[in-house]
């Protein structure tokens, strides 16, 4: 950046590397204010307000308790199935939540970014902190309920937060690639939906990855949601199998490339974006 009498002031689209990093903890404040800005437009004008953090899980469980646990008949391995799917919607709803907001993101905050400079990367990973805000609520309402039940997590409740670190890596890494490919090609907001839609049915919500046959578990693995929910269900459930390696591993690689491809996608473009978007 320069700054003279006789020259004009140049705002650069961000510095290289490490420094790049630090810019954005140096916009900590920024990050914190966009944050809170989308959890007042989040609830802006409802009835029940952050009460749909509560709502919303427990509605849902009850209709695929229902289908998969008494109408369709499904194991659940010992445990309640209202257990069973609340473990498996819980890290579900803070993706799929995050994933949509985090690619309109950059669109909503047109007027901020082609005003001052700032790392754009604020903007998408503000978006998530919404979702993340409802996963703590829906957690502390599973844990109730797993109480309620007689449950008791065991020593195996340790790798969760190993699990929860995989779930925002992959979240932040699908919301930062939706994010910026949403502002070249504006119809991408059209397929997030059915991508959204069809990741419930194909990962394991509302029924156990037991139920799907051998022959089918490595394909069934390639979605990283799969080792994930397997991950939490492991974790707070007791009496599971043993903890799921393969899916777990699966889902590990396919996170870390999602958020390292993305990063380094979201920068090549970030340069540009004033212009596009």
Same mark, same amino acid.
């Given at each position: 950046m320069r700054n003279s009498r006789d020259e004009a002031l140049v705002i650069e689209a961000g510095k290289t590397g490490l420094h790049y990093f630090r810019d954005i903890w140096s916009y900590r404040e920024l990050f914190a204010f966009l944050a809170?800005?989308?959890?007042?437009?989040?609830?802006?004008? %409802? +009835?029940?307000?952050?009460?749909?953090?509560?709502?919303?899980? #427990?509605?849902?469980?009850?209709? +695929? %308790?229902? $289908?998969?646990?008494? *109408?369709?008949?499904l194991p659940s391995g010992g445990v309640p199935y209202s257990a069973l799917v609340f473990t498996g919607l819980l890290p579900w709803l803070l993706f799929a939540n995050a994933f949509p907001a985090a690619g309109e993101s950059l669109i909503s905050s047109r007027s901020v970014i082609s005003k001052i400079y700032f790392p754009r990367l604020i903007v998408p990973l503000s978006s998530v902190v919404v979702s993340l805000l409802d +996963?703590? $609520?829906? =957690? $502390?309402?599973? #844990?109730?309920?797993?109480? /309620?039940?007689?449950?008791? &997590?065991?020593?195996? $409740? #340790? /790798? *969760?937060?190993?699990?929860?670190?995989?779930l925002l890596a992959l979240t932040v890494g699908a919301g930062l690639w939706i994010a910026a490919l949403n502002v070249k090609y504006r119809d991408v907001?059209?397929?997030? &939906? +059915?991508? %959204?839609?069809? =990741? *419930?049915?194909?990962?394991?919500? =509302?029924?156990?990855?037991?139920?799907?046959?051998e022959s089918w578990r490595v394909l069934f693995s390639v979605n990283p949601m799969v080792g994930i929910i397997d991950g939490f269900r492991w974790a707070l459930l007791p009496g599971q199998e043993g903890f799921p390696w393969m899916s777990y591993l699966m889902s590990s690689a396919v996170a870390l490339t999602a958020v390292v491809s993305a990063v380094a996608f979201f920068r090549r473009t970030e340069r540009y974006l004033v212009d596009t978007i």
């Open positions: 809170w800005r989308d959890i007042l437009v989040h609830y802006k004008q %409802t +009835f029940i307000g952050i009460g749909w953090a509560v709502i919303r899980p #427990l509605l849902t469980m009850v209709v +695929f %308790t229902l $289908i998969f646990g008494r *109408l369709a008949n +996963f703590s $609520i829906g =957690g $502390i309402l599973l #844990l109730a309920m797993l109480g /309620a039940q007689g449950i008791a &997590p065991d020593w195996r $409740i #340790l /790798a *969760l937060p190993i699990v929860i670190i995989q907001r059209h397929v997030v &939906p +059915f991508l %959204t839609q069809l =990741g *419930l049915y194909i990962s394991p919500v =509302g029924y156990s990855s037991a139920v799907v046959p």
